[in-house]
């Protein structure tokens, strides 16, 4: 398994990946709903060696089905247990995605390069949201606030796939947040 020095800790790929969406929902203590009409789907924490990387919530809209996710618009929110650099969430980010598809070395240079640029460094207790919008893209939300977007379906599907593809380096945490046995 690779790791992925981050601080004084060392932190598995798929985690640095679980560990970034779920910054951004959690920061308030109430519930709130990044996406108009959503609700929550599932939740996840995800652990490396016993210590708490981030918390990951799903929401979606009504009507929302597993095995479609790819057809409806969600967000996905990461709450960080963790600081990580905005670089190495990016690097972390195109490894996971490669696990679903292989990748032109343009195109994993091209995304990493976005990604790295529009993401912030974050610091625990950070949240990040990811919004899926299916056909478009994805826009990013930091601790509440408009972040940025990239505007390509495939990004966007294979970056989503990170958690909810069967192919995910999580299965567990994928089966929390889609709430499914």
């Not at 800790?9 to 910054?23: C, K, V």
């Not at 203590?29 to 959503?38: N, R, S, V, W, Y």
Request: no cysteine; glycine share 10%.
């Amino acid at each position: 398994m690779k790791t992925i020095a981050a601080s004084a800790y060392q932190i598995s790929a798929r985690g640095l990946f679980l560990l970034f969406f779920q910054a951004t929902a959690l920061a308030s203590g109430t519930p709130h709903t990044p996406l108009a009409g959503a609700h929550l789907a599932g939740s996840g924490t995800l652990r490396f060696l016993g210590m708490e990387v981030y918390q990951a919530k799903l929401w979606v809209q009504p009507g929302f089905t597993p095995r479609t996710w790819t057809h409806q618009s969600l967000a996905l929110e990461l709450r960080y247990a963790r600081g990580f650099s905005a670089r190495a969430i990016a690097g972390r980010s195109l490894e996971e995605m490669q696990r679903q598809q292989a990748l032109t070395e343009a195109q994993t240079g091209h995304w990493q390069a976005q990604l790295a640029a529009l993401l912030p460094d974050v610091a625990a207790g950070d949240r990040l949201v990811g919004l899926y919008q299916p056909g478009q893209g994805v826009r990013f939300l930091f601790n509440g606030q408009p972040r940025g977007q990239i505007d390509d379906p495939l990004f966007a599907r294979l970056f989503f796939g990170i958690w909810l593809s069967p192919q995910t380096s999580e299965p567990t945490l994928r089966a929390a947040l889609l709430a499914t046995p």
